[in-house]
């Protein structure tokens, strides 16, 4: 009879040691060492924060909210208080802050030589020159409840029964023209469009916007990374020195003891790299994040199965004064209207100019069954005051203003082009043009007959509203 033997197939087994996927086997009567334990227990942890740092990835998960307290006399320095938080470092491992409170300058680990230096030379001779730094959150361990082992001389020794994890603050310079670094990591670049040839471009694809060759370079360029530094000795800790998390950018001092003191927080945002959560990325596919057209001073109007009677539609334009002036010129040019437009979040005051609305009037054409269309200057925008809370350079409403002259002549003059029946106006806001006080384009689709508020999910888009105007009489002046 012949003999089918199956070869033994390749393994990373290359040894006995089998470093990375090594965990103990249970049979009856098998005797468990320290050492058997403590492969138990290392094979569970590695695994966990294997798994964490390959699918979840690193950064802020949630909270550590900053923020500087007043000390506890007047002449005291501001004092540093962090919230309770969550994050994971490169290692994967679990930087956890339950109790938030108030955070000791003088226990920040500083690292670098120059910053060392500056507290030295400040014990010796006080100085008020201030630093630009990164305050930074480190995984740590400390052991804990001291026991004594007997021997089998009799004589003992010491040794930790457990370990508490914890974590450490830091302080890092930051180097560079930027005045702080952004911790999220640029989008990627995808070379799938230089045709190489395991992924060469499909052109008759394109259509269906397939795009498993640029997730396939990405997620095979993604390696795994097996082997990080070994805790390193701080005192009485074991801390985790090449795998910081950042938290804020700070501007700092050092006092006359050489402890720093903190001047101000910067930034508490832009260095922070986030774990996107299920519920963020839920948020940000429904685009909570993004700023929306919150409402429409003539919204009721938007597709309306009636005409827009006239002198609700004229009393959006006040009347242009002549008594109060001597001669047309002296007049204003500009006249403020009633059309205005709130957003439910900050927005660049630079980014709102005239041509980012579009006030067409279409009235009936003298060809049959054709209308023709008007489009009414828009000189310019009055910017709303802005909220003590937000940023410089930002509003959060806007108001159209028409030439006094057309007010006059197409609103208030029996020669207008609204006596015609069946005349519809549209009003177009180009939200692209548009932006917040985060650099995104404004989401401010109209969604059926709701004009606002406003948005599909994405940025960008356009808001249109349209409606009839009823014919203005000769008597309504």
């Known amino acids: 009879m012949d003999q089918h033997t199956t070869p033994r197939p390749e393994t990373d087994c290359v040894d006995e040691s089998c470093r990375y996927g090594k965990r103990n086997l249970y049979y009856r009567r098998k005797a468990m060492t320290a050492g058997d334990m403590a492969l138990e227990q290392r094979y569970l942890i590695e695994r966990r924060r294997l798994l964490s740092r390959g699918i979840v990835g690193w950064g802020i998960a949630c909270g550590f909210e900053l923020s500087l307290q007043p000390g506890l006399k007047p002449d005291d320095p501001p004092q540093l208080v962090c919230g309770q938080g969550l994050a994971l470092d490169r290692a994967g491992r679990e ?20 910053l060392r230096e500056a507290s030295e030379t400040a014990r010796e001779k006080p100085t008020e020159t201030e630093f630009r730094c990164l305050l930074t959150i480190r995984y740590a361990e400390r052991p804990i409840d001291k026991v004594r082992v007997n021997g089998d001389c009799g004589c003992g020794e010491s040794e930790w029964n457990h370990v508490c994890e914890t974590v450490v603050f830091g302080l890092e310079p930051i180097c560079g023209e930027d005045p ?67 938290l804020a950018c700070v501007t700092i001092r050092f006092d006359r003891c050489g402890c720093p003191v903190l001047r101000c927080i910067d930034d508490a945002c832009e260095p922070r790299r986030w774990i996107k959560t299920n519920d963020a990325l839920y948020d940000l596919i429904r685009g909570c994040d993004l700023t929306c057209i919150e409402h429409l001073s003539w919204g009721g109007w938007h597709r309306r199965a009636e005409p827009v009677p006239w002198t609700e539609f004229r009393d959006k334009f006040p009347r242009p004064p002549r008594h109060e002036y001597e001669s047309d010129e002296e007049r204003p040019r500009h006249l403020r209207s009633h059309f205005t437009i709130e957003f439910s979040g900050p927005v660049l005051c630079d980014t709102l100019t005239p041509d980012c609305i579009v006030f067409t009037i279409f009235s009936p054409d003298e060809l049959a069954g054709m209308l023709h269309a008007r489009r009414v200057r828009i000189p ?40 015609h029946p069946h005349t519809r106006v549209e009003i177009e806001i180009r939200c692209d043009f548009i932006l917040d006080c985060r650099g995104e384009a404004l989401d401010g689709e109209a969604i059926g007959r709701h004009p606002a508020p406003s948005g599909n999910g994405s940025p960008g888009g356009t808001n249109l509203t349209t409606f009839r105007v009823e014919p203005r009489s000769h008597h309504a002046r």
């Open 180 to 246: 702080c670094p952004p911790g999220e990591p640029r989008c990627r670049e995808c070379h799938c469009h230089l045709g190489e040839s395991h992924h060469a471009p499909d052109h008759h694809a394109a259509q269906h916007r397939d795009r498993s060759a640029c997730l396939c370079e990405w997620q095979t360029g993604h390696t795994i990374q097996t082997e990080y530094a070994a805790l390193a000795h701080c005192g009485d800790l074991m801390v985790a020195l090449g795998d910081a998390v950042a």
């Open 95 to 114: 930087l956890l802050r339950v109790d938030g409170g108030a955070v000791r300058e003088c226990d920040l680990l500083i690292l670098d030589n120059g």
């Open 380 to 419: 310019e925008l009055e910017l709303h005051a802005r909220h003590d809370d937000d940023p410089e350079g930002t509003t959060r409403a806007v108001t159209l203003m028409f030439d006094s002259r057309w007010v006059d002549d197409q609103v208030w003059d029996s020669t207008t082009v609204f006596r």
